[in-house]
């Protein structure tokens, strides 16, 4: 696996925290996770292009042999599914302590979404109990600590469009056709639209 170990020791959010580089396809991803109590927490997933938020930005200081974990299945599966391969990732939800309840719903549902689907801001919002809530999602969206393990990517606008992406619009469009999503002329066509509730949907919400 080819990667960099760090441990963190400096200020801040990340006083204490390790993170490991993966060398990808896409760029250097950083897996960030910390200790609570005996217990490793996965912290976040950081992608090239999310600026600030990234720990190699300085914040943390390089160390060989950082401890994983556990983590290394968890990382070894974001290789393999930034390569092409068919990845299924647990849900997160010990790394989620303090989202609200609405926010969870909304992360639990972008988890659901199959490869190859994408499904709405307007409908992951229905599927959280909340519809009509597409703005909040995108609020979700854009603060989602686990890009890839929960693949914010399968969401885009109601129109087919895109939509925006931490890692970049061409990321997102990248990841998108990388798991097969058809798109033609900057929008996703509408058979590859879910629904929220396991079945294809072929209307398009416009919310």
């Keep these: 696996m080819g990667d960099r170990d760090c441990r963190g020791k400096n200020r801040g959010d990340d006083r204490g925290l390790s993170y490991r580089v993966l060398v990808t396809p896409i760029g250097e991803v950083a897996v960030v996770w910390g200790r609570d109590g005996e217990e490793v927490r996965l912290r976040r997933v950081v992608l090239p292009g999310q600026g600030g938020a990234s720990p190699t930005a300085g914040s943390l200081v390089p160390a060989a042999g950082a401890d994983d974990g556990g983590l290394e299945d968890l990382m070894e599966g974001i290789e393999a599914f930034l390569r092409g391969i068919p990845v299924s990732?647990?849900?997160?939800?010990?790394?989620?302590?303090?989202?609200?309840?609405?926010?969870?719903?909304?992360?639990?549902?972008?988890?659901?979404?199959?490869?190859?689907?994408?499904?709405?801001?307007?409908?992951?919002?229905?599927?959280?109990?909340?519809?009509?809530?597409?703005?909040?999602?995108?609020r979700v969206m854009a603060a989602n600590p686990f890009p890839i393990v929960i693949p914010c990517h399968r969401v885009v606008r109601g129109d087919g469009n895109l939509g925006g992406f931490g890692g970049g619009r061409a990321m997102k469009e990248y990841l998108l056709r990388l798991e097969g999503v058809r798109i033609s002329h900057g929008r996703i066509t509408n058979s590859c639209l879910w629904n929220g509730a396991g079945v294809l949907s072929a209307e398009r919400d416009r919310r």
């Design 89 to 138: 990732f647990p849900f997160p939800e010990e790394g989620l302590g303090g989202w609200s309840s609405f926010s969870l719903r909304v992360l639990k549902a972008v988890w659901s979404i199959p490869r190859g689907r994408v499904a709405s801001y307007g409908g992951v919002a229905r599927a959280a109990g909340r519809d009509g809530a597409a703005r909040a999602v995108g």
